[in-house]
């Protein structure tokens, strides 16, 4: 957090929440990381359609798109094992019929 969120130190702290505060352009790694990660596999799915250039609506809906897959998983040293943070944050279960198409493939 930067330093807007000061204020909330002393609550997070009783609650045992780590508060880690960063300066103004100071880099979180474990942040860019996952930037990288939705960048790189947008870019993968990208290479597979068949339009030249993208619109700026159907790319957002593509970067919407690639967050959702990467979360509807849980990551080998996550919380759960058998749960993706999709469902332990929203509760609801990604089914197959999320998967029925592929992004950029439509009737």
Same mark, same amino acid.
């Given at each position: 957090?930067?330093?807007?969120?000061?204020?909330?130190?002393?609550?997070?702290?009783?609650?045992?929440?780590?508060?880690?505060?960063?300066?103004?352009?100071?880099?979180?790694?474990?942040?860019?990381? !996952?930037? @990288?990660?939705?960048?790189?596999?947008?870019?993968? /799915? #990208?290479? =597979?359609?068949? +339009?030249?250039?993208?619109?700026?609506?159907?790319?957002?809906?593509?970067?919407?798109?690639?967050?959702?897959?990467?979360?509807?998983?849980?990551?080998?040293?996550?919380?759960?094992?058998?749960? !993706?943070? @999709?469902?332990?944050?929203?509760?609801?279960?990604? /089914? #197959?019929? =999320?998967?029925? +198409?592929?992004?950029?493939?439509?009737?």
């Amino acid at each position: 957090m930067d330093g807007a969120f000061d204020c909330l130190q002393d609550d997070l702290a009783n609650k045992k929440i780590l508060f880690d505060q960063v300066s103004n352009d100071e880099h979180v790694t474990f942040i860019e990381r !996952g930037i @990288r990660h939705v960048k790189e596999v947008s870019r993968a /799915t #990208m290479s =597979h359609l068949p +339009y030249p250039k993208l619109t700026k609506r159907l790319l957002i809906g593509l970067v919407i798109a690639m967050v959702f897959w990467i979360n509807a998983f849980p990551p080998a040293n996550g919380v759960s094992q058998t749960i !993706g943070p @999709r469902e332990l944050l929203t509760g609801v279960k990604t /089914t #197959m019929a =999320h998967a029925q +198409y592929e992004f950029g493939k439509y009737l």
